[in-house]
C-alpha cells in the first residue's frame, strides 16, 4: 500500500514545492496521505513558506501535520522533496533532506501527547529534487538517526 502512495505522493510533492517561497531560495514540497477514525484517506500538501529571516520557519511538514490535526487525520507516509541540507539540530548531513529540527520536535510533541496526528511508525520519505536519491525511514528511525529520542 505504502509503494502505491509514493507514486502518487512523489509527482504531487514536485508540484507543491514549486509553489514554495523562500528568501535564500531553498524550496520544499511535501505531500502526505492520513486517515481519519472512519477510515477516509485524505492527502495534505505544503510547500515552505518563509520571505526572510526575521519570519518564522514555516514548513512544509509543519503545515501537512497542523492540516491533519485539523482534519483529525493520521498520517500515514510524508513525502518531502527538497535539496539535501546540514540538520541545523544534529549537525548531519543525511543523503536527502530530513525534517528539520524543529519539525521533528513537533513530531515528538504529538507523539508525546497522544494527538494521533505521527506515530513512531509514520513513514517518512525524503527524495531529492532529480528524484535520483531516496531515503524511507520510520519517525522513530528519523529521530534515532539525529541522536534524539521520542
Do not use: W
Request: proline share 4%; net charge positive.
Amino acid at each position: 500500500m505504502v509503494d502505491a502512495m509514493l507514486e502518487k505522493l512523489r509527482p504531487l510533492a514536485a508540484r507543491v514545492r514549486q509553489t514554495a517561497i523562500c528568501y535564500r531560495n531553498f524550496k520544499v514540497g511535501a505531500a502526505a496521505v492520513g486517515f481519519t477514525a472512519d477510515g477516509m484517506a485524505r492527502v495534505f500538501v505544503g510547500a515552505n513558506k518563509r520571505v526572510d529571516k526575521t519570519h518564522p520557519k514555516n514548513c512544509a511538514e509543519m503545515q501537512i501535520m497542523r492540516a491533519a490535526k485539523t482534519a483529525k487525520a493520521q498520517l500515514a507516509v510524508i513525502v518531502i522533496i527538497g535539496k539535501r541540507n546540514l540538520d541545523n539540530g544534529s549537525g548531519k548531513m543525511p543523503r536527502t533532506l530530513h525534517p528539520c529540527d524543529k519539525c521533528r520536535a513537533i513530531m515528538r510533541r504529538h507523539i508525546r501527547q497522544g494527538t494521533g496526528v505521527i506515530t513512531p511508525k509514520t513513514k517518512i520519505v525524503s527524495v531529492r529534487p532529480a528524484c535520483d536519491v531516496m531515503e524511507e525511514l520510520t519517525v522513530e528511525e528519523l529521530m534515532k538517526y539525529h541522536g534524539e529520542s521520542l
